[in-house]
C-alpha cells in the first residue's frame, strides 16, 4: 500500500523542499516539514484543504492550525458536533476530532500559498491513498477548486464531468460524495465571498447525508 503521509524530508518537489530548509534555518523552532492529516482514523467525513500556511500548519505541524483559516474551519467543526475539547490554535490545545479527518492537498507549504502543477501532481499519491485508508469514509469536502480538482482526480474521474462551485455535491463512487466549499481563508471570509452562515449550510448538508447512509 502506498503512503498515506510523506516523510519528513520528502524530496519531490524540489522547490517546497528548498523552501522547508529555509525556512527552518529562519525559525528552527517551527515544525517546516510535511504536515500530517489530523483526526480520527474511523473517520466519514474527510476535509481537504489546498496546503499548510506560513505561520499556520507550517509553523504548528496540524492543520489549519495558528492561522485565520481555522479560526471559522475549527468553531464550524465544533457547532457539528465533529470536535471534542476546546481549539486554542495550538496542537498541544488537546483538542480532537470525531468521526472527522483534517488533510491538504499538498502537504508542504508552497511559496505565496501557490503550488505548482507539478507539486500537487506530486503529492497526489498521498491524499489518494489518505483516502483509501479510511474504511468508513463517507463524504469528502474539498476547500477550493485545487483541493476539489485534486481530489477528483485521485479518484480517477475527469474534471469536466465534475466542475467545482461551492455548495455542490458529487457521487465520486457508490458510498462517497464529494463536497465542495470556497475555502476558508482570510481573503475570503474579509470579502464576505465565504460567510460563516454559507459555510454552515455545507456542513448542514453533509451532516444529513452522513446521517442518511
Same mark, same amino acid.
Given at each position: 500500500m502506498k503512503p498515506s503521509e510523506p516523510g519528513p524530508e520528502c524530496e519531490l518537489c524540489p522547490r517546497l523542499a528548498d523552501l522547508r530548509r529555509a525556512n527552518?534555518?529562519?525559525? *528552527?523552532?517551527?515544525?517546516?516539514? *510535511?504536515?500530517?492529516?489530523f483526526g480520527d482514523p474511523q473517520a466519514r467525513l474527510l476535509i481537504v484543504g489546498l496546503a499548510p500556511g506560513m505561520h499556520g500548519a507550517?509553523?504548528?505541524?496540524?492543520?489549519?492550525?495558528?492561522?485565520?483559516?481555522?479560526?471559522?474551519?475549527?468553531?464550524? /467543526? #465544533?457547532?457539528?458536533?465533529?470536535?471534542?475539547?476546546?481549539?486554542?490554535?495550538? *496542537?498541544?490545545d488537546g483538542l480532537s476530532l470525531h468521526g472527522c479527518m483534517i488533510t491538504n492537498a499538498v502537504r508542504c507549504l508552497p511559496p505565496e500559498n501557490k503550488p505548482m502543477g507539478t507539486?500537487? #501532481?506530486?503529492?497526489?499519491?498521498? /491524499?489518494?491513498?489518505?483516502?483509501?485508508?479510511? *474504511?468508513?469514509?463517507?463524504?469528502? /469536502?474539498?476547500?477550493?477548486?485545487?483541493?476539489?480538482?485534486?481530489?477528483?482526480?485521485?479518484?480517477?474521474?475527469? /474534471?469536466?464531468?465534475?466542475?467545482?462551485?461551492?455548495?455542490?455535491?458529487?457521487?465520486?463512487?457508490?458510498?462517497?460524495s464529494l463536497y465542495d466549499s470556497y475555502h476558508c481563508s482570510r481573503y475570503n471570509t474579509n470579502t464576505r465571498r465565504l460567510t460563516p452562515e454559507m459555510f454552515n449550510q455545507v456542513f448542514l448538508e453533509i451532516r444529513n447525508h452522513l446521517r442518511a447512509v
Amino acid at each position: 500500500m502506498k503512503p498515506s503521509e510523506p516523510g519528513p524530508e520528502c524530496e519531490l518537489c524540489p522547490r517546497l523542499a528548498d523552501l522547508r530548509r529555509a525556512n527552518h534555518e529562519a525559525w *528552527p523552532d517551527w515544525f517546516n516539514a *510535511p504536515v500530517p492529516s489530523f483526526g480520527d482514523p474511523q473517520a466519514r467525513l474527510l476535509i481537504v484543504g489546498l496546503a499548510p500556511g506560513m505561520h499556520g500548519a507550517n509553523r504548528t505541524g496540524r492543520p489549519f492550525t495558528g492561522d485565520h483559516a481555522g479560526l471559522l474551519l475549527y468553531a464550524t /467543526l #465544533a457547532a457539528h458536533g465533529f470536535t471534542q475539547g476546546a481549539y486554542n490554535a495550538d *496542537p498541544g490545545d488537546g483538542l480532537s476530532l470525531h468521526g472527522c479527518m483534517i488533510t491538504n492537498a499538498v502537504r508542504c507549504l508552497p511559496p505565496e500559498n501557490k503550488p505548482m502543477g507539478t507539486e500537487i #501532481a506530486n503529492c497526489r499519491s498521498f /491524499l489518494q491513498a489518505r483516502i483509501e485508508t479510511l *474504511p468508513h469514509l463517507r463524504a469528502i /469536502l474539498a476547500l477550493g477548486k485545487i483541493a476539489h480538482d485534486s481530489v477528483v482526480k485521485a479518484a480517477g474521474l475527469r /474534471l469536466s464531468s465534475v466542475k467545482f462551485a461551492h455548495g455542490a455535491h458529487f457521487e465520486l463512487r457508490s458510498g462517497l460524495s464529494l463536497y465542495d466549499s470556497y475555502h476558508c481563508s482570510r481573503y475570503n471570509t474579509n470579502t464576505r465571498r465565504l460567510t460563516p452562515e454559507m459555510f454552515n449550510q455545507v456542513f448542514l448538508e453533509i451532516r444529513n447525508h452522513l446521517r442518511a447512509v
